[in-house]
């Protein structure tokens, strides 16, 4: 079936760490995002990409960067981890008409 | 931009009883609105949603329904179920080729047996 994966699942990295989150999706869809979920905020947007060679910030972009290596990849990078972004992150999926995202099966980091 | 709130925060029901949850947004422009339920340790999913142009929308338990004029939308449940119990999501957005969805902070939906 057409899916959105994420690796890692889990992870736990020490602060001043770089790590990277990597999304890989089989759906064809042309736009990819990043979310990061917070108990009692909901989703919010990190980063999103239109095609593969746009780029733009969301709400929460300071601390992170991505790349969109290909349509089917789009990852995120933490270039000097810390605790505040303990958090579950999840990648997600829409195509040209964005009716209704397909979400990956998320990302758990703790800094610590 | 976009401002989604959403109430109750957390909700609890009898089983077979109906749960409704509201969600309000501040963005005129915003014309799809999606709901999703994350069950525990589970991605989120779309189970329902609804565009500007119709006032109500139902699949089978569940429904949606849109004041345009009031900006806010609504979930119900009707029959809950033990597996109802979940977060659910509310969202809005300005497709297509428009902005990203902006979700509002989730409602906890426990359904009591």
């Known amino acids: 079936d057409a899916d959105v994966t994420q690796t890692p699942r889990n992870r736990i990295t020490k602060t001043g760490k770089r790590i990277m989150l990597e999304c890989s999706q089989t759906k064809g869809h042309d736009r990819m995002y990043w979310y990061r979920q917070d108990p009692g905020l909901g989703l919010r947007l990190i980063y999103y990409?239109?095609?593969?060679?746009?780029?733009n910030k969301g709400e929460i972009s300071d601390g992170y960067s991505v790349s969109r290596q290909a349509q089917a990849k789009f990852s995120l990078s933490l270039e000097s981890a810390i605790p505040n972004q303990t958090a579950l992150y999840f990648c997600?999926?829409?195509?040209?008409?964005?009716?209704?995202?397909?979400f990956g099966s998320g990302t758990r980091l703790t800094v610590v | 931009g976009e401002n989604v709130e959403q109430h109750p925060s957390t909700l609890s029901v009898q089983e077979g009883d109906s749960a409704v949850i509201k969600c309000t947004y501040s963005?005129?422009?915003?014309?799809?609105f999606p709901w999703y339920k994350q069950e525990l340790g589970k991605r989120p999913q779309l189970i329902i949603d609804?565009?500007?142009?119709?006032g109500e929308k139902k699949d089978q338990r569940i429904a949606v329904t849109l004041n345009k004029t009031a900006k806010h939308f609504s979930l119900h449940i009707t029959e809950t179920q033990p597996e109802d119990s979940a977060v659910y999501f509310c969202a809005a957005s300005r497709p297509p080729g428009g902005q990203n969805f902006v979700f509002g902070p989730g409602t906890r939906l426990s359904v009591l047996p």
């Open positions: 609804i565009r500007s142009n119709v």
């Open positions: 990409s239109f095609d593969v060679k746009d780029i």
């Open positions: 997600a999926t829409s195509d040209s008409t964005a009716y209704g995202y397909t």
């Open positions: 963005d005129s422009a915003s014309n799809y």
